[in-house]
């Protein structure tokens, strides 16, 4: 009984470790697979501008919400910091640093990205489950070229899209919010902003968003084609592949700010 006791947990762990690597396998091929399928599906220009309508279109509210309390946030907690201590002209420039390198492309990524993979993958989970994909592979159509490029091709064009939108209104939501709560004047604020502006900030949230926009659609459609076991099933891929998206945007994050800030656009 001891000895079964044991050997028990270290059991569970070989377990764990074999599906990981299954896993890890599958998501491998899929993706060589998507790759490989990428340029054929670019055909398919309906159903890329119908998802491109889905995830920028239809995510603008919850992005204008987030990313206007986000930018208000940002000049407050900054102007408490600063206060007695620095000149308030500096909160202009804090906003718009925080804002445009990482506010803006990670938070979007997050709030677009929950939305997003998690429709992708109960959309295309339901598919499966429910057979529609054997029969549209018994018609010869291809189900990755079908399903998963227009969504991947949507997903890398609008995510940037969408990031520039909500810089925009994250900006305008910490202006208000240090003219009409803080007492910085407007002049003020956009001289702050102006004092230590790079471009090159900007465009290192756009790559950002383009990586996030490929993370986003390649999760939500490798969880959607793995789904089985019914609704249940699908109901277990749409889980994983938002918290999967989630975890990879914030580990990435930290990566592109590497290559990003170091290595193309040094300071």
């Known amino acids: 009984m001891k000895t079964e006791t044991l050997v028990q947990p270290f059991a569970s ?139 991947l091709v949507a997903a890398l064009v609008m995510l940037p899209v969408i990031t520039i939108i909500a810089n925009t209104i994250a900006i305008l939501g910490g202006m208000a919010v240090a003219v009409l709560r803080v007492g910085i004047s407007l002049h003020l604020f956009n001289r702050g902003m102006r004092l230590l502006f790079d471009s090159q900030d900007v465009y290192g949230g756009l790559i950002k968003s383009f990586v996030f926009g490929v993370i986003i659609a390649v999760q939500g459609c490798f969880y959607g084609f793995q789904a089985s076991g019914g609704a249940e099933g699908v109901g277990i891929a749409t889980t994983k592949a938002v918290v999967a998206s989630c975890v990879m945007i914030l580990v990435m994050d930290y990566f592109l700010a590497e290559v990003v800030f170091r290595l193309i656009f040094p300071a």
């Open 13 to 151: 762990v070989g377990d764990k470790l074999f599906d990981a690597a299954a896993s890890a396998g599958q998501f491998a091929v899929f993706l060589s697979r998507l790759l490989g399928e990428l340029f054929p599906g670019l055909r398919y220009q309906r159903l890329i501008f119908e998802q491109a309508r889905f995830i920028g279109i239809q995510s603008l509210p919850v992005v204008f919400l987030t990313s206007l309390f986000v930018g208000g946030v940002a000049a407050l907690q900054t102007a408490y910091q600063m206060s007695g201590t620095m000149p308030l002209i500096w909160v202009g420039t804090v906003v718009s640093k925080s804002v445009f390198i990482e506010l803006g492309p990670v938070l979007t990524a997050l709030v677009v990205g929950a939305r997003v993979s998690s429709s992708f993958a109960a959309e295309i989970g339901t598919m499966r489950v429910t057979e529609q994909i054997d029969a549209m592979e018994t018609l010869a159509v291809r189900p990755i070229r079908y399903l998963a490029v227009p969504r």
